[in-house]
């Protein structure tokens, strides 16, 4: 039998309450119940928790060892519940989420949802590159970052919150374009939109160059989408894109998807906090709504800028 939290909470709450019929009373179900699950409990890890005290109980030395351990656990769950119940009740409060250009507008949905869940808490969300989200949560600026991963101080701690690929694409002229099998070792000489200074896309597009030992020609530097998807279709340069942000230009023929023999340009994406912010249930509620809404990431279209 493996010990599990409902049984741990009985005997946390009979223990202090020290009755076994008021801990009942507390949960919700019968004194036979709370009765049966100590009983077990003492049964299976041979020991003896609790003795008669008058109407009540007292715990045994076993107990207070078990109990002291148990405690802490409880204390900072009701806190939790009590800190989210009041971000509906209480407010204003304000969350700053910091975000690089590219993944910005994906975090939409789940700020608008998070807002009707909790209606008191406004959600402040600067876009920027990855470097300055991350600076934001160094300086406080910013309670949580989403970004594309970088060398974090080591102060700071990150989750992994997803991979990217990325799709590479030009316009027709480009001689790459409509060839079905082309190597990164191709790009050599290519003209190619990098990102802008700070950008994590930016970092992992030169580390992914430099691994193949290729040069290519730095056409232009930019932090903005609608500039690389125009300069891509006029000027046949190369980039590299979220492949949701690309698919009425591959679907009018204005960019052309170039698939590479190696496989892909990849990018992780974290979620980076304070070690002292992330027990925030605020930052803790938006994270675990964010999770599961990144798998919609890859059909949704959107619009915007890159970084």
């Given at each position: 039998?493996?010990?599990?939290?409902?049984?741990?909470?009985?005997?946390?709450?009979?223990?202090?309450?020290?009755?076994?019929?008021?801990?009942?009373?507390?949960?919700?179900?019968?004194?036979?119940?709370?009765?049966?699950?100590?009983?077990?409990?003492?049964?299976?890890?041979?020991?003896?928790?609790?003795?008669?005290?008058?109407?009540g109980?007292?715990?045994?030395?076993?107990?207070?060892?078990?109990?002291?351990?148990?405690?802490?656990?409880?204390?900072?769950?009701?806190?939790?519940?009590?800190?989210?119940?009041?971000?509906?009740?209480?407010?204003p409060?304000?969350?700053?989420?910091?975000?690089?250009?590219?993944?910005?507008?994906?975090?939409?949905?789940?700020?608008?949802?998070?807002?009707?869940?909790?209606?008191?808490?406004?959600?402040?969300?600067?876009?920027?590159?990855?470097?300055?989200?991350?600076?934001?949560?160094?300086?406080?600026?910013?309670?949580?970052?989403?970004?594309?991963?970088?060398?974090?101080?080591?102060?700071?701690r990150?989750?992994?919150?997803?991979?990217?690929?990325?799709?590479?694409?030009?316009?027709?002229?480009?001689?790459?374009?409509?060839?079905?099998?082309?190597?990164?070792?191709?790009?050599?000489?290519?003209?190619?939109?990098?990102?802008?200074?700070?950008?994590?896309?930016?970092?992992?597009?030169?580390?992914?160059?430099?691994?193949?030992?290729?040069?290519?020609?730095?056409?232009?530097?930019?932090?903005?989408?609608?500039?690389?998807k125009?300069?891509?279709?006029?000027?046949?340069?190369?980039?590299?894109?979220?492949?949701?942000?690309?698919?009425?230009?591959?679907?009018?023929?204005?960019?052309?998807?170039?698939?590479?023999?190696?496989?892909?340009?990849s990018?992780?994406?974290d979620?980076?906090?304070?070690?002292?912010?992330?027990?925030s249930?605020?930052v803790?509620?938006f994270?675990?709504?964010?999770?599961?809404?990144?798998?919609?990431?890859?059909?949704?279209?959107?619009?915007?800028?890159?970084g």
């Amino acid at each position: 039998m493996l010990l599990n939290l409902n049984q741990l909470r009985i005997f946390y709450l009979a223990a202090r309450e020290g009755s076994f019929a008021r801990a009942a009373e507390l949960l919700f179900i019968t004194p036979p119940a709370v009765t049966r699950a100590i009983k077990t409990l003492e049964s299976y890890y041979g020991v003896s928790l609790f003795r008669k005290a008058g109407r009540g109980v007292a715990l045994t030395a076993e107990g207070e060892v078990l109990y002291q351990h148990a405690r802490p656990i409880f204390v900072a769950a009701d806190n939790f519940e009590q800190v989210l119940r009041d971000l509906v009740k209480v407010g204003p409060y304000e969350l700053r989420v910091g975000a690089s250009k590219m993944f910005a507008r994906y975090l939409m949905s789940t700020i608008t949802s998070f807002g009707e869940r909790y209606p008191n808490v406004t959600v402040m969300l600067r876009d920027t590159t990855s470097e300055e989200a991350v600076h934001g949560v160094e300086t406080l600026a910013n309670h949580l970052a989403v970004v594309g991963r970088l060398d974090y101080p080591a102060h700071l701690r990150s989750k992994h919150l997803r991979r990217a690929d990325f799709a590479m694409a030009a316009g027709p002229s480009n001689p790459l374009s409509g060839r079905e099998d082309v190597s990164w070792l191709d790009l050599e000489g290519q003209p190619v939109i990098f990102r802008e200074p700070g950008s994590s896309a930016g970092r992992a597009m030169k580390k992914r160059f430099a691994e193949f030992g290729v040069s290519p020609v730095v056409a232009v530097e930019t932090g903005s989408m609608e500039f690389m998807k125009q300069y891509s279709a006029e000027r046949g340069a190369l980039a590299f894109f979220f492949p949701a942000d690309i698919q009425a230009d591959l679907a009018s023929g204005r960019l052309i998807e170039i698939p590479l023999r190696e496989g892909p340009l990849s990018l992780d994406i974290d979620i980076v906090f304070q070690p002292e912010t992330y027990r925030s249930p605020a930052v803790q509620a938006f994270i675990d709504m964010l999770e599961p809404a990144t798998t919609a990431w890859d059909a949704m279209p959107a619009e915007g800028a890159a970084g």
